[in-house]
């Protein structure tokens, strides 16, 4: 297997990481060692650009909850469009900018997969809770990008699957926040996990939004 990850340096990205090397080649890139920016068009291109086609599994692990100091909203009165503006630019727009310059990767005549780490709360079905505004929204249109991406997607690699992923409540550093009041599992448990679902999907599959269990989560 030939895999890369976005998103390498963090915890799960490691994870995964660490565990692909056991199953073949695997390709890492990340802000902190090599300068790949998500929100800066120029900067994916440029990471991508250099690399060869053939990865059998790609998976963009980046993300965030906190940006520049602001946390989730717990009212509407706390809605700040720069802030929600940046949501959508770490969370919904850097991986889809990803997706556009990864296609490529992806080879035609074979089963190939590019996953998307999303999370539960950016269902909309499943919101019972209200608040979390701007990180809702951007994973709630990050799950659009990549519905809309894998019917385009099948047009010219027939057997790709592309989904969004969530990875349960993992203990990283995204924020406590995520794990207040649930059992959380490692890194390493997750990446386990998540390459787990992703080998059990097919090209029927493809568009979807599945959890660490490989169960579908309502849109």
Do not use: C
Not at 115 to 128: F, P
Not at 182 to 190: N, Q, R, S
């Amino acid at each position: 297997m030939r895999a890369l990850v976005v998103g390498a340096s963090g915890g799960i990205g490691a994870a995964l990481i660490a565990a692909l090397r056991e199953r073949g080649e695997v390709v890492g890139l990340s802000r902190s060692a090599d300068g790949l920016d998500v929100t800066d068009e120029g900067s994916v291109a440029a990471a991508l650009g250099g690399l060869e086609p053939g990865f059998d599994l790609i998976v963009v692990a980046t993300g965030a909850l906190v940006i520049d100091g602001a946390g989730p909203e717990k009212t509407l009165r706390a809605l700040d469009p720069q802030a929600l503006a940046m949501q959508f630019a770490v969370n919904a727009i850097g991986p889809a900018l990803v997706m556009k310059h990864a296609l490529r990767l992806l080879p035609r005549d074979r089963v190939s997969r590019l996953a998307v780490l999303s999370a539960r709360v950016g269902s909309i079905g499943d919101n019972q809770l209200g608040g979390w505004y701007g990180y809702r929204a951007a994973k709630a249109a990050l799950n659009q990008l990549v519905r809309t991406a894998s019917v385009e997607a099948r047009r010219t690699h027939p057997q790709s699957v592309l989904v969004a992923l969530h990875p349960g409540t993992v203990e990283t550093g995204l924020a406590p926040a995520l794990r207040a009041g649930h059992p959380a599992v490692t890194a390493e448990a997750a990446a386990g996990n998540l390459l787990r679902v992703l080998e059990g999907l097919g090209p029927e599959d493809t568009g979807g939004f599945y959890d660490w269990k490989g169960e579908v989560v309502p849109w």
